[in-house]
Structure formats: C-alpha cells, structure tokens
C-alpha cells in the first residue's frame, strides 16, 4: 500500500497569516501517460464529513476559496492556506487514489494563535 | 443537488453482521464509483471499500477482505456495506463516497452512519 505521511500534526496559525501543510507519499502518484499527480486534500471541519479542496494536486474545486492552493509532483506536496481565515479551523488530509487501495494521511489539525 | 444519505449503523455485539445502506440522488448512480470510508472516533480517515459503476468491479482493505462485501443496485440508487464477523475494530463513522471513476477523488460525502461493536 502507498503510505501517505503529513507534517505536521498541528499547527496554530493567527489569522490572516499563512498555513503550510505537507503530504509525502511512499511512492510517486504521478501518473506517466497522463502526467497527472493522483493526490487531492480534504478539509474536515468539526462534526461534519470531509470535503474535497483541492484534486490532482493543485485543481480547486469549484466554490473553494483561492486562499487555498495546492502544489508539487511525484512524491512530495503541500497545501497553502495563505490567510487563514476563523472557518478555516479544521482537519485537512491528503489522499492518494493513484492505486484503487486509497490510503489517506493521518491529519493535520489547523487552529488559530 | 447531490445528496447520499446513510443508514444501517448501530450498535452490535463482536462476531454479529451489520447492513450499511447509502441512498444516492442528484445524480446518474450507475456512472460513478462508490466508495466506502470509515472513521474512528478521534482518529483519522480509513478507506473500506471500492466499487465501480457498473459493480463489476471491487476492492478492499486488508482488514476488512473476506469480512465485508459492497454491493450497489442501480436501480434503486443504493450502495450498500455487508459487514460480517464484526470487530471492536470496526466501530466508526461510517462514511459513503461519490467518485467520478475509482481512480478519482471523492467529491461527494454523505454525513455518515456511526457502527458500534461492543459487548
């Protein structure tokens, strides 16, 4: 199975500034033919289902706000939140769909300062 | 509008079977996979399970191979879970997916179903 590993756990971030979250993965999603990274985030706020942010590794999904951006290619990403916003406290993760055996990373708890 | 609503959960004894179901609408169900992911209480996701539009194709974790079958009728816009030989383990927010093809993000989420194994 592919491993996805996130930094870091948590983080507390004031509001306005900028939230950095890392996602690595045990084996490269990028896909050859395609050139497609197979890696999306989600965001899971309290009490609610996760919601899809951001797909192919840098696609915001439609009504998503363009503070959130998502970058970077075969094994390595990251999502940007760059000015956090009250809403924005929540669990965010990263999952890979490259191999039809999903695996997700653990977490990262974003909070305000 | 989408919508997937569960339902099924509840509490049951380790060793006993559970039915999960997942009424699909706002959508053409038999164009798009469905998935399975499940959340213990505090921690993270876990994917279960994959099926293809169709039904003609599945996948599993390994720690619910041989215990779980998915399964969908097209016809009644209905995904299910068959749980068997349930595990302390397995309790969690169960969670349906809407996925445009199983190499796809899930884009839809229902609000979940909460499955408890206990004695």
């Known amino acids: 199975d592919i491993v996805m590993t996130q930094s870091p756990d948590s983080l507390a971030v004031s509001l306005g500034e900028r939230a950095t979250i890392n996602c690595k993965s045990s084996q490269s999603v990028l896909y050859s033919s395609n050139k497609q990274n197979y890696l999306a985030w989600y965001q899971q706020r309290p009490g609610q289902p996760p919601k899809l942010l951001i797909s192919?590794?840098?696609t915001r999904e439609s009504g998503v706000p363009d503070r959130f951006s998502g970058s970077g290619s075969g094994t390595d990403f990251t999502l940007t939140i760059s000015s956090l916003q009250a809403e924005d406290v929540a669990v965010y993760y990263c999952q890979q769909y490259y191999s039809a055996l999903w695996t997700f990373g653990q977490g990262t708890k974003v909070e305000i300062k | 509008e989408v919508q997937l609503l569960e339902s099924g959960g509840g509490l049951v004894q380790p060793g006993g079977s559970l039915r999960l179901s997942c009424a699909a609408s706002g959508f053409t169900f038999s164009s798009y996979a469905m998935s399975w992911v499940r959340q213990a209480p505090g921690k993270g996701l876990e994917w279960v399970s994959d099926?293809?539009?169709?039904?003609?194709?599945?996948y599993y974790a390994d720690s619910v191979k041989g215990r779980f079958t998915i399964s969908r009728d097209n016809s009644k816009n209905t995904l299910y879970l068959q749980m068997n030989s349930l595990r302390v383990e397995d309790t969690a927010e169960y969670y349906c997916a809407k996925a445009v093809v199983i190499a796809a993000p899930a884009d839809y989420w229902g609000q979940g179903t909460l499955v408890t194994v206990s004695s």
């Open positions: 192919w590794a840098s």
């Open positions: 099926i293809s539009g169709s039904g003609g194709t599945t």
